[in-house]
């Protein structure tokens, strides 16, 4: 084959040339192009993240969940501009296992939780094997913050910066006075303020205030990117610290309720003061925010035997009966999501994380948990729920289990902390029907025999399969 000559050769050699250069425009200008574009996605795409955790919260203990003697108007407000679940579970009816479950989006005792942490310095907690939401956040290029109370560890590889969280406040055991910030129990007693792994001295200052404001900094530095923050209060979670004005506003009520009370509206207001950071930044419809208490209110004398309420159900903290378990909780993304609607459908605290990944467009970073996503039901009253049979296992106070198959629940090793009377029956294994007697007082064990044991097989070969993974 003849090459052309002359200036033929010179004509197709410019043509080739151009159409070269050409395509390298193109690609670059593509190039070019995606990475704004990610760049783009990077800083105003994906929605920022908070997850509220109160502490020891009684099941109605709001307004917009029933209580008829609290002032909530920021919690009241997140539910009426966002969804409010009425059939919600925590992970566990104690702190520790609660937050493993909400963190990795696994039944606690696959988290390596089945039971309280210690809160002893230098004793380790959750594994770091384990794979939390702040890693999940973190990998997708998230800002990460721990700000409040942790119980999932308190040696170094165990504590938040080594759980995914970029920096960290607040204590590490199960709980501080708030203004001495010390953790009084059997003693020695010692103190218990930790700034990205380090103590810290804020001496007089009111714990709640100290988070608002740590929070509140790390949002406004972090404003131009994505962030999750993990804001956990202390309260109400003994002891009762409430304002002295909220403490007026409710001298009427009986002791203890009075206290309980007044650190309730303290809490509501230090929520408030988070979200109305949120607002002033003009972040609010870019930010996803999570409410939810841990568990039951507690009936400890260190509590002065309650405060909380769980209106009808039975049961309060380290229970399985529903006042133990059974939760307020609300999801709020104005624009997005639904605003000043209840949801019935079952959901749990181990939901949060996929709801989460699938509402922000970030990828799990460890697919094998026991959450499901809730978007569908957030979207829709009429979605079915996408939880079959659901589980709980606590290691503290007798191996207590439960499993839960539509309205039937069934409960092992029973215990009732609201200071209700069990038979020895009761005790062994306790079958309600939760449709027909939401308030557990009738054990349906002996008529159902065949359910029963059913529903204990389920448990047991749940339980045979759940060791804690990787």
Same mark, same amino acid.
């Given at each position: 084959?003849?090459?052309?000559?002359?200036?033929?050769?010179?004509?197709?050699?410019?043509?080739?040339?151009?159409?070269?250069?050409?395509?390298?425009?193109?690609?670059? *200008?593509?190039?070019?192009?995606?990475?704004?574009?990610?760049?783009?996605?990077?800083?105003?795409?994906?929605?920022?993240? &908070?997850?509220?955790?109160?502490?020891?919260?009684? +099941?109605?203990?709001?307004?917009?969940?029933?209580?008829?003697?609290?002032? +909530?108007?920021?919690?009241?407000?997140?539910?009426?501009?966002?969804?409010?679940?009425?059939?919600?579970?925590?992970?566990?009816?104690?702190?520790?296992?609660?937050?493993?479950?909400?963190?990795?989006?696994?039944?606690?005792?696959?988290?390596?939780?089945?039971?309280?942490?210690?809160?002893?310095?230098?004793?380790?907690?959750?594994? +770091?094997?384990?794979?939390?939401?702040?890693?999940?956040?973190?990998?997708?290029?998230?800002?990460?913050?721990? &700000?409040?109370?942790?119980?999932?560890?308190?040696?170094?590889?165990?504590?938040?910066?080594?759980?995914? *969280?970029?920096?960290?406040?607040?204590?590490?055991?199960?709980?501080?006075?708030?203004?001495?910030?010390?953790?009084?129990?059997?003693?020695?007693?010692?103190?218990?303020?930790?700034?990205?792994?380090?103590?810290?001295?804020?001496?007089?200052?009111? *714990?709640?205030?100290?988070?608002?404001?740590?929070?509140?900094?790390?949002?406004?530095?972090?404003?131009?990117?994505?962030?999750?923050?993990?804001?956990?209060?202390?309260?109400?979670? !003994?002891? !009762?610290?409430?304002?002295?004005?909220?403490?007026?506003?409710?001298?009427?009520? /009986?002791?203890?309720?009075?206290? !309980?009370?007044?650190?309730?509206?303290?809490?509501?207001?230090?929520?408030?003061?988070?979200?109305?950071?949120?607002?002033?930044?003009?972040?609010?419809?870019?930010?996803?925010?999570?409410?939810?208490?841990?568990?039951?209110?507690?009936?400890?004398?260190?509590?002065?035997?309650?405060?909380?309420?769980?209106?009808?159900?039975?049961?309060?903290?380290?229970?399985? *009966?529903?006042?133990?378990?059974?939760?307020?909780? &609300?999801?709020?993304?104005?624009?997005?999501? @639904?605003?000043?609607?209840?949801?019935?459908?079952?959901?749990?605290?181990?939901?949060?994380?996929?709801?989460?990944?699938?509402?922000?467009?970030?990828?799990?970073?460890? @697919?094998?948990?026991?959450?499901?996503?809730?978007? @569908?039901?957030?979207?829709?009253?009429?979605?079915?729920? @996408?939880?079959?049979?659901?589980?709980?296992?606590?290691?503290?106070?007798?191996?207590?289990?439960?499993?839960?198959?539509?309205?039937?629940?069934?409960?092992?090793?029973?215990?009732?902390?609201?200071?209700?009377?069990?038979?020895?029956?009761?005790?062994?294994?306790?079958?309600?029907?939760?449709?027909?007697? /939401? +308030?557990?007082?009738?054990?349906?064990?002996?008529?159902?025999?065949?359910?029963?044991?059913?529903?204990?097989?389920?448990?047991?070969?749940?339980?045979?399969?759940?060791?804690?993974?990787?």
């Amino acid at each position: 084959m003849k090459l052309p000559v002359g200036n033929n050769s010179i004509s197709l050699k410019g043509e080739c040339l151009m159409r070269v250069i050409w395509h390298l425009f193109l690609a670059l *200008f593509c190039f070019t192009a995606s990475g704004l574009a990610s760049a783009a996605d990077q800083a105003t795409g994906k929605p920022n993240v &908070i997850v509220i955790l109160t502490d020891d919260q009684g +099941t109605i203990d709001a307004n917009c969940f029933g209580a008829k003697d609290l002032e +909530t108007p920021h919690i009241d407000g997140l539910a009426a501009r966002g969804v409010r679940l009425t059939q919600f579970y925590a992970a566990a009816p104690v702190c520790s296992p609660s937050r493993a479950g909400l963190l990795t989006g696994r039944y606690p005792v696959r988290g390596g939780v089945p039971g309280n942490v210690s809160s002893t310095a230098g004793v380790a907690g959750m594994p +770091t094997t384990q794979v939390t939401m702040a890693e999940t956040f973190k990998a997708a290029g998230y800002a990460t913050a721990h &700000i409040g109370k942790w119980h999932l560890g308190y040696s170094e590889d165990t504590m938040p910066l080594a759980q995914g *969280f970029q920096t960290s406040f607040g204590h590490m055991g199960g709980c501080i006075d708030n203004f001495s910030h010390f953790f009084y129990w059997q003693g020695p007693n010692r103190h218990d303020l930790h700034k990205d792994g380090r103590e810290v001295q804020r001496p007089g200052r009111f *714990f709640p205030d100290l988070m608002v404001e740590e929070a509140s900094q790390f949002i406004g530095t972090n404003r131009e990117r994505p962030f999750f923050v993990y804001f956990a209060l202390n309260g109400p979670h !003994y002891p !009762y610290q409430g304002d002295p004005r909220w403490l007026e506003r409710y001298k009427d009520l /009986p002791y203890p309720r009075n206290l !309980y009370a007044a650190f309730v509206s303290s809490i509501d207001e230090r929520i408030g003061g988070l979200l109305k950071r949120v607002d002033e930044l003009g972040l609010r419809e870019k930010t996803i925010v999570v409410f939810q208490s841990d568990h039951g209110h507690s009936t400890e004398e260190r509590a002065h035997l309650g405060g909380g309420s769980a209106g009808i159900y039975r049961g309060a903290k380290f229970s399985l *009966f529903e006042g133990g378990i059974r939760v307020p909780a &609300i999801i709020s993304w104005p624009g997005r999501l @639904p605003q000043g609607e209840a949801r019935s459908q079952l959901a749990h605290g181990c939901d949060w994380l996929p709801t989460l990944a699938a509402l922000a467009a970030v990828p799990l970073v460890e @697919p094998d948990i026991d959450g499901v996503n809730l978007v @569908p039901i957030l979207n829709s009253a009429d979605a079915a729920t @996408p939880h079959g049979l659901v589980h709980w296992h606590l290691s503290d106070l007798g191996e207590q289990w439960a499993v839960r198959d539509g309205d039937w629940k069934l409960i092992g090793n029973v215990k009732d902390s609201s200071g209700g009377e069990l038979s020895a029956d009761d005790k062994k294994l306790f079958l309600a029907n939760l449709s027909e007697d /939401p +308030t557990e007082r009738r054990n349906l064990a002996e008529q159902h025999p065949d359910l029963v044991c059913k529903l204990l097989q389920a448990h047991e070969s749940w339980a045979a399969s759940s060791v804690p993974k990787r």
